[in-house]
């Protein structure tokens, strides 16, 4: 009885740290989490993203986008301005404020456009 409780209590606090997990890998090896509430973990979106309700794109004022660490590469805010209904995304470059800038076209207008590190996309 003595040796039984002693282990009893080994394994109550090994199994405690394994609970706590709620994001298990969607498959070995490929970086992709499931089971979380975290966006940049789910692929909904970051905090703070413009993506409304009903699933579209809200494009913000310049003004709008935020200056910060922007750990999207050139591709990446290419795809996710043309995704928000831009063609002809041009010119990117990224700004010592970390957002990237350039041109595209929306309703035959040619636009500046702008990319933030949470994803937000500005035009005017």
Known sequence: MRALLPSLIVLTLAAGPALAQN?????????TMTNSSNGAVNGSGNAGSNVNASGTVNVLAMTALEKGANSFTEGQAKSRISSAG???????KKD?????????TRGGKQEQIGFDYKGNIGAQ
């Not at 994001?23 to 970086?31: C, I, K, N, R």
């Not at 831009?86 to 990117?92: I, K, P, R």
């Open 23 to 31: 994001a298990t890998p969607a498959s070995p090896g490929s970086g």
């Open 86 to 92: 831009f063609t002809d995304v041009s010119d990117l």
């Open 96 to 104: 010592d404020q970390g957002i990237w800038r350039g041109t595209a």
